[in-house]
């Protein structure tokens, strides 16, 4: 592995790990990370987001939010098929790695700006502490005015947009 590749670790609640892949930094700060992945799962149609293998991914982690933002773009000619947002525990940076904690609540956000959460069922069949609660609810809200005022992708490039 060299100096610019992660491997990125996807953790359910119990601390378990249900997916790995590897991802290339293009930015490193030390609170957020950008990096490039490819879709490493077979072709599946998703709430009308048709995900293929090697579909490219830009990937905004941070270690100081609840959430981390997934930019998809078509393999074939770099079109955007919109954004995931995941509500996570604060991801964890570590030489080479990325880990983070799976909250279940998503937002899918189209590039006509519409989005829909996803998993409210999942979230609410998990047992979190107050303070999670709190955090994931803060992270949810966040996504939505992100959405909302039509910000996802400049949160993805600069890393920097924080409502």
Request: a negative charge.
């Amino acid at each position: 592995m060299n100096e610019n590749q992660v491997v990125v670790i996807k953790l359910n609640p119990e601390h378990e790990e249900t997916w790995r892949y590897m991802g290339r930094i293009i930015v490193q700060e030390a609170q957020t990370m950008l990096i490039e992945a490819r879709f490493n799962r077979s072709t599946v149609l998703f709430h009308g987001i048709t995900l293929q293998e090697n579909d490219r991914f830009l990937e905004r982690y941070y270690a100081d939010r609840w959430y981390n933002l997934f930019e998809i773009h078509d393999r074939e000619n770099d079109a955007l098929k919109g954004w995931y947002c995941n509500v996570t525990a604060p991801a964890e940076f570590s030489d080479g790695k990325i880990a983070y904690i799976d909250l279940a609540l998503d937002v899918l956000v189209y590039p006509n700006g519409k989005y829909i959460i996803l998993d409210e069922d999942e979230y609410d069949a998990l047992t979190l502490t107050r303070e999670q609660q709190r955090q994931t609810r803060q992270a949810l809200k966040s996504l939505v005015n992100l959405a909302e005022i039509g910000r996802m992708g400049e949160a993805v490039h600069n890393g920097a947009v924080m409502l």
